[in-house]
């Protein structure tokens, strides 16, 4: 995931088992999608859409990808 795959200081700012929480989520949701290549558009938005979440405080990688699956079709 091109967002989370790099340190930066907002990856910095989630304690490493919600970044690996994250990662897992943006993995599982470019193999729902059927993304060949993680570093698209499509997998942007959804790495956005895992941020926003995470920062709300969700930290379960399956409703990490639930939600911004449902977010980014919907």
């Known amino acids: 995931m091109r967002d989370l795959g790099r340190p930066g200081r907002l990856i910095d700012s989630f ?3 919600v970044v690996e929480a ?3 989520a943006h993995r599982m949701a470019c193999e729902a999608l059927q993304l060949k290549d993680q ?3 499509v997998a942007d938005l959804i790495a956005r859409k895992i941020l ?3 920062e ?3 930290t379960d990688p399956d409703r990490l990808c639930a939600v911004a ?3 980014l079709l919907h």
């Open 52 to 54: 926003e979440l995470a």
């Open 15 to 17: 304690e490493p088992e």
């Open 22 to 24: 994250m990662r897992t």
């Open 39 to 41: 570093v698209d558009a």
């Open 69 to 71: 699956l449902r977010r």
């Open 56 to 58: 709300a405080g969700e």
